[in-house]
């Protein structure tokens, strides 16, 4: 496929913390071989109480309930666009969108993310690309991460992209080779905790500020299998409600402690996971976790890796713009998930493609 024009997609991404949805306008272009890109336009829609109570609770849906939330999901991520559509200069050729993610139990080869494509797409009257991990799973991969082709491709300056979302994950080169893993909960744990002192999230890690590190629950983090397992691997929800919740749920200390011991483990768990690439010097974070300075400031004093940290846009709509790349790669017939990473057979051209 030749790339004799710049192609506009629009990305868009829900994820784990249920901030909202990001929606981004992208260019993409080659240019001397090398792919370029923009963001043109973005924003995010915040979702209110009954989307977001819809979306953290699904996984106890029976069939038809499921079904029809999969359905309307779709239709309000399909207005959501064109109101955002509304906005913009330039018209995209296609969307490109994650869904939210409801299960993902890769050893089941179950992965699945709501917001139905064709309902999407009977809305916007554009193509939409969705669906993005369920055919890497069913080749035996993790299904997850999927942004690496992205950092490969668009961010390949840096030695290793970090991303903060609900949950850590990171991709670097190793043997000539794209590779990534989840490393650990983030967003998902520090977001559950401040909800119980009414807020959404802890403003940059002041509630932790206030608390005192429990190192007995520091010690059970510690202990959990999953972080002495070798990657390929990845988290989901499941696994966090499964063998981080019942840890804080034991303790009777305040959330304040409770939040400053989260954030400690986090940062260590990051530092950790930067440092074992003693080949690295820098590193790009994005990702919702870059605003919460506590935990930013704990992992600058665990590592002397340089930190790059890019626009505020870039922290908070690179995932929707590199799912926006995965949607117009998968459009154009070319690979879209690494089994480097995954851990897959083979690499994929993944995602369903609905036309309108």
Same mark, same amino acid.
């Given at each position: ?7 506009? &997609? ?6 784990? /913390? ?11 272009? $080659?240019?001397?071989?090398?792919? !370029? ?55 995209? =050729?296609? &969307? ?12 089941? $080869?179950?992965?699945?993310? &709501?917001?139905?494509? =064709?309902?999407?797409? /009977?809305?916007? $009257? ?18 997850? #991460?999927?942004?690496? @082709? ?32 989840? @490393? ?8 559950? *905790?401040? *909800? ?10 002041? @509630? ?14 510690? !202990? ?7 990657? #390929?691997?990845?988290?989901? !929800? ?7 919740? #019942?840890?804080?749920?034991?303790? =009777? ?56 940290? #890019? ?40 995602? @369903?493609?609905?036309?309108?």
């Amino acid at each position: 496929m030749f790339f004799s024009r710049p192609y506009r &997609v629009i990305g868009v991404m829900s994820g784990t /913390s249920l901030d909202g949805l990001d929606i981004a306008l992208c260019r993409f272009s $080659r240019v001397a071989g090398r792919w !370029r890109y923009a963001i043109e336009e973005a924003t995010t829609f915040t979702y209110n109480d009954e989307w977001r109570q819809r979306l953290g609770s699904a996984q106890n849906l029976d069939a038809h309930e499921f079904s029809m939330l999969n359905i309307e999901y779709g239709l309000y991520i399909g207005e959501r666009i064109n109101e955002f559509r509304s906005q913009c200069k330039n018209e995209p =050729t296609l &969307v490109a969108s994650h869904g939210h993610t409801v299960f993902h139990q890769p050893p089941n $080869r179950l992965t699945w993310q &709501v917001g139905d494509a =064709t309902a999407i797409a /009977s809305v916007c $009257r554009l193509p939409v690309i969705a669906d993005f991990r369920k055919a890497d799973v069913l080749q035996g991969g993790q299904g997850a #991460p999927l942004v690496p @082709i992205g950092d490969e491709l668009l961010f390949g300056n840096y030695d290793i992209c970090l991303n903060l979302g609900g949950f850590a994950n990171m991709s670097f080169r190793s043997k000539a080779m794209r590779v990534a893993y989840d @490393i650990c909960p983030v967003n998902i744990l520090l977001n559950h *905790l401040a *909800l119980k002192t009414g807020k959404p999230f802890d403003d940059n890690g002041r @509630i932790a500020a206030t608390g005192a590190v429990l190192h007995n629950v520091i010690q059970s983090l510690d !202990r959990l299998s999953y972080y002495s397992r070798p990657w #390929p691997k990845s988290l989901s !929800r499941e696994w966090f409600e499964k063998e981080v919740l #019942p840890i804080f749920n034991a303790s =009777t200390a305040s959330i304040a402690d409770q939040l400053m011991t989260a954030t400690t483990h986090i940062a260590r768990r990051l530092a950790a996971a930067i440092n074992e690439q003693q080949h690295i010097s820098n590193v790009l974070i994005t990702g919702g976790g870059v605003f919460n300075t506590l935990l930013m400031d704990n992992i600058k004093k665990l590592t002397n890796k340089k930190i790059v940290i #890019p626009s505020q846009q870039l922290i908070e709509f690179k995932e929707a713009m590199i799912f926006a790349f995965l949607g117009l790669l998968r459009y154009t017939g070319q690979t879209n998930i690494l089994c480097s990473v995954t851990g897959a057979k083979k690499n994929s051209s993944a995602g @369903i493609i609905a036309l309108p």
